[in-house]
C-alpha cells in the first residue's frame, strides 16, 4: 500500500469514526441535537436542499456570484492602483496614512452602512467584501513592485534597459507571486465580506439563510450551512493552489 | 608607484594610440560638497588596448569597484580627470559594455535559453537571431542541455556559467567584470576561470576584471594592476607574461605563476600596510 492510499484511508477513518460518535452520542441523548445537530439530520437538510426542494441552489449561486464579482473587481482595481503607486510614488505617499486607517478599521462595520447605500440586493454584499478584497491585493502589488531584486535593476540599468522594459521585463514578474499570494488571500476575504454583510441582512445567500437557521434553532441546516461553506473555502483554496502550480512553474 | 615597463602582451596588436579604456589621473570622492569628503580613488592612470584583459587587484574599499561602476556609467559621481570607453565618456546602457556581477542576477522567472538571451532582448535584438545566439553561447559554456532548465534547477555554477552566456551573447566590445567568481568556491572558481578564458580566447573582448583574488588575476590577465587601501592609488601595474592559451588549472603548478604570485602579494601587502 502506498504512503498517500494509507493516509486518505486514515482520514477515510477518522472521518466515520468521528460522524459515527456523533450520531451514536446524539441518538443517546448524550449531545444535544438542539444545540448540535446530529449527522443524519444534516444530510437530510442538504438533500432536501439541493435535490427535493432545490432552494439552496439560489442561496449558493448568489454567494459564489457575488464573491466572484468582488474579487475581480476588487482585485482588478486594487492591482492598477498599485501599478499607478509605483510609477507615482508620491502620490503613493500622500495615499498612505489613509490607506492605513481605512485599512485599520474592522471592515465588517460598514455592512449597515453598504446596506443603507445599496439596499437588500447583491449589491452591499460586493461593496463589503471588495473592501476587503482591494486593501489585501492591493499591499500585496505594492510590497511585490518594491521587492524586487536591485541587482536585477541594476543589471537591467547596465544593459541599458528602458523604464518600460524594466517595468514589464523585470519588476512586474518579480511582483507575480507576492501579487498572486494576494490574489489567494483576496478570494477568500471576498468570500468572508460576503458571507458577513448577508448575515446582516440579505434577500438571498447562504449567509442570510445560515442567519435564519439560526434564529429557527435548525440546528442541522446551521451545520449542514457551515459544512458547505468550508468546503467553498476548500474548493478556492485548491484551485488556486492548481492555478499557482501552473502560472509559476519556474518557483 | 612601482611601475615596471609593460610589453604589451602579443595578442593585442593594437596600435597604442587607440584604447579601448583609458583613465588619466581620475580621483574620485565621495560625500564632495559635505564638510567629510572621503578620497575614495587618488589618481589612478592607465589603459587598455582593444583585446587586452586586465585585472584590478587590492583590498576592500580601494576604489575598484567604484571605478568599474564608473566605466559603466551607472555611477554619475563627481570626479576629477578623464575617463574614456572606446574614446567616448561612459554612459549607461552604452552597447559596447557589458557588465558582469558577483551574483548571477539570472532573472528566476526565465529559463536558462531566455536569461543568456536576456541582454540582447533589452538591446533590441531580433528573437530568432538572439534565440539562436543564446543557445550557441550556453553550449560554449557547457551548458547546452539545460536551456530549458529554470534557474532553481542550476547549480551556483551553472548559474554563473548561464551569466557569462549572457554576458558574451551581447557581443559588446568591453566587458565589465566586478568579482563573477567571488561566490563561487574555490574547485568551481578554476573551472569556471577556465570557461572565461576559452570565451575569452573565441570572442577576443576588452575586459577589465574586478578581482581580490590575486590567484585569479594573475592566471586570466594580460596585466595586473594592484592598489592600496583607501584611498586607492596604483601600487603597480604587473603585465604577466604567461603564455597563452592558458589553463587556470594546469597554472595551479606552473612555477612562474607562483613567482609572480609571490612578487604581486608583496607589492599588494605594502598596498594594506602603507595606510595603517
Given at each position: 500500500m502506498s504512503k498517500t492510499v494509507r493516509l486518505t484511508l486514515g482520514h477515510v477513518v477518522f472521518i466515520a469514526a468521528f460522524i459515527g460518535l456523533w450520531e451514536f452520542l446524539s441518538a443517546r441523548g448524550i449531545l444535544d441535537p438542539t444545540f448540535f445537530g446530529r449527522p443524519s439530520g444534516i444530510v437530510m437538510y442538504l438533500w432536501n436542499g439541493f435535490?427535493?426542494?432545490?432552494?439552496?441552489w439560489t442561496d449558493l449561486f448568489y454567494t459564489i456570484l457575488a464573491a466572484t464579482i468582488a474579487f475581480w473587481g476588487g482585485s482588478l482595481a486594487a492591482i492598477l492602483v498599485g501599478l499607478l503607486f509605483a510609477m507615482l510614488p508620491r502620490v503613493h505617499r500622500a495615499c498612505e496614512p489613509y490607506l492605513t486607517l481605512f485599512n485599520s478599521m474592522?471592515?465588517?462595520?460598514?455592512a449597515p452602512l453598504f446596506l443603507l447605500w445599496f439596499?437588500?440586493?447583491i449589491g452591499s454584499k460586493i461593496a463589503l467584501a471588495v473592501s476587503l478584497t482591494f486593501f489585501i491585493v492591493l499591499s500585496s502589488t505594492v510590497a511585490g513592485i518594491k521587492g524586487v531584486n536591485s541587482d536585477h535593476l541594476v543589471l537591467s540599468r547596465a544593459l541599458g534597459a528602458k523604464p518600460g522594459q524594466v517595468f514589464f521585463k523585470v519588476t512586474l514578474p518579480s511582483a507575480v507571486p507576492i501579487i498572486f499570494s494576494g490574489l489567494r488571500l483576496g478570494l477568500v476575504y471576498a468570500l468572508l465580506g460576503v458571507v458577513g454583510a448577508e448575515l446582516i441582512?440579505?434577500?438571498?445567500g447562504l449567509g442570510q439563510v445560515l442567519a435564519y437557521l439560526q434564529s429557527t434553532f435548525d440546528m442541522d441546516g446551521v451545520m449542514a450551512l457551515l459544512f458547505l461553506l468550508a468546503l467553498l473555502g476548500l474548493s478556492i483554496t485548491i484551485a488556486m493552489n492548481y492555478l499557482e502550480r501552473k502560472l509559476l512553474v519556474w518557483q | 608607484m612601482n611601475r615596471m615597463t609593460a610589453t604589451p602582451p602579443?595578442?593585442?596588436?593594437?596600435?597604442?594610440?587607440?584604447?579601448?579604456i583609458a583613465l588619466n589621473d581620475l580621483t574620485m570622492r565621495f560625500?564632495?560638497?559635505?564638510e567629510t569628503p572621503v578620497l575614495?580613488?587618488?589618481r589612478v592612470s592607465f589603459s587598455l588596448a582593444p583585446g587586452e584583459f586586465v585585472s584590478l587587484v587590492g583590498?576592500?574599499?580601494?576604489?575598484k569597484t567604484t571605478i568599474l561602476n564608473l566605466l559603466t556609467g551607472l555611477l554619475h559621481e563627481e570626479h576629477e580627470g578623464d575617463v574614456r570607453v572606446l574614446g567616448k565618456k561612459p554612459r549607461s546602457g552604452n552597447p559596447d559594455i557589458a557588465y558582469m556581477l558577483a551574483?548571477?542576477?539570472?532573472?528566476?522567472?526565465?529559463t536558462a535559453l531566455g536569461n543568456a538571451a536576456f541582454g540582447m532582448e533589452v538591446r533590441g535584438v531580433a528573437r530568432p537571431e538572439r534565440q539562436a545566439r543564446a543557445l550557441e553561447l550556453l553550449k560554449q559554456v557547457g551548458l547546452g542541455d539545460f536551456a530549458?532548465?529554470?534557474?532553481?534547477?542550476?547549480?551556483h555554477g551553472m548559474r554563473q556559467r548561464c551569466a557569462l552566456a549572457r554576458t558574451f551573447a551581447l557581443d559588446s566590445t568591453v566587458l565589465l567584470m566586478d568579482?563573477?567568481?567571488?561566490?563561487?568556491?574555490a574547485q568551481t572558481k578554476l573551472t569556471l576561470e577556465d570557461v572565461l578564458m576559452d570565451l575569452w580566447s573565441a570572442h577576443r573582448k576588452t575586459v577589465v576584471f574586478v578581482t581580490h583574488d590575486l590567484a585569479e588575476a594573475i592566471a586570466l590577465s594580460d596585466r595586473v594592476i594592484v592598489m592600496s587601501a583607501r584611498?586607492?592609488?596604483?601600487?603597480a601595474d604587473v603585465p604577466?607574461?604567461?603564455?597563452?592559451?592558458?589553463?587556470v588549472r594546469k597554472l595551479q603548478t606552473d612555477h612562474r605563476f607562483h613567482d609572480l604570485y609571490a612578487q604581486l602579494w608583496g607589492l599588494l601587502e605594502q598596498g594594506v600596510t602603507n595606510d595603517e
Open positions: 435535490i427535493v426542494e432545490r432552494n439552496l474592522p471592515r465588517i462595520a460598514l439596499g437588500l440586493g441582512a440579505a434577500e438571498h | 602579443a595578442e593585442a596588436s593594437v596600435s597604442p594610440a587607440a584604447p579601448a560625500g564632495a560638497g559635505t575614495a580613488v587618488d583590498p576592500s574599499g580601494c576604489g551574483r548571477d542576477s539570472l532573472l528566476p522567472w526565465r530549458d532548465k529554470y534557474p532553481k534547477a542550476l547549480s568579482e563573477p567568481f567571488g561566490a563561487l568556491d584611498p586607492g592609488r596604483m601600487i604577466v607574461d604567461l603564455p597563452r592559451p592558458r589553463s
